[in-house]
């Protein structure tokens, strides 16, 4: 039996509920691309991140809460209001950490602005007030439907996984955004008012991040499945 990679998947956090949760469509992208999705548990103790890099032979970092400012040196603005520090304390650790190992990594929508963070970049706090524009970050339901296209940057990876196109339709969600890209870090998709959608780390094994949501759209957008498909077959 061919080996199936584990994935180590960082957990969501309800806050009316004071509890971890997940969203299926997470698990279930990484199972139809072949790997095993286990929820890492919420930490930032050195140790057990240790551990858990050890063991997984990949990560994903999860949507979710805004990135908080403090990590970037600003301070809050009005409309960076849902913050879980919990998760940035352990990104803060986990990030890094992965990337020491030369782990495969997969960042969507917060965990684009996670990675970026980590590794000293910074983020538009709202995009409606600080980077108005016609584009609609913030689609309503369902999210299984697109949203607006970006445009793929020639000779990246995501342009070589999607080769001939120049374009695809992603869906949307979201009101922080990569602002300045970290140093190391290079620019994978934009969006058409010029928003980052996508960044990949070269001198990585595999570190991609997307704004958008492929575990909402891997059912009915193969491209979707496509990534998961790309960053489980960097596990094996």
């Known amino acids: 039996m061919a080996h199936r990679p584990l994935i180590g998947v960082v957990p969501l956090w309800d ?3 004071n509890s971890l949760w997940m969203l299926p469509g997470y698990f279930d992208g990484i199972i139809e691309a072949g790997g ?3 929820m890492l548990p919420l930490t930032d103790d050195e140790t057990t991140i240790e551990q858990l890099v050890s063991q997984c032979d990949g990560f994903l970092v999860t949507g979710g809460h805004d990135v908080d400012p403090e990590r970037y040196g600003e301070a809050a603005g009005p409309k960076t209001v849902k913050l879980c520090k919990a998760r940035d304390r352990m990104e803060e650790r986990l990030i890094p950490s992965v990337i020491a190992a030369d782990k495969p990594l997969l960042g969507i929508c917060r965990g684009i602005q996670s990675l970026n963070v980590a590794l000293g970049g910074t983020l538009w706090q709202d995009l409606p007030s600080q980077h108005p524009s016609d584009i609609e970050h913030h689609m309503n339901p369902p999210y299984d ?3 607006h296209n970006v445009s793929l940057v020639p000779g990246t990876p995501l342009a070589s996984l999607f080769a001939g196109q120049t374009e695809i339709a992603v869906n949307s969600y979201h009101h922080q955004a990569v602002r ?3 140093a ?3 620019v994978m998709a934009v969006a058409p008012d010029g928003v980052i959608e996508a960044l990949y780390r070269p001198a990585s094994h595999f570190l991609w991040a997307v704004q958008w949501h492929p575990e909402f759209l891997y059912k009915v957008d193969p491209r979707s499945q496509a990534i998961f498909d ?3 077959g960097s596990c094996r």
Do not use: R, S, Y
């Open 36 to 38: 095993i999705p286990v």
């Open 145 to 147: 439907a697109f949203g």
């Open 184 to 186: 190391g870090l290079e």
């Open 15 to 17: 806050d009316t509920l």
């Open 230 to 232: 790309a960053f489980v």
């Open 180 to 182: 300045e890209p970290a």
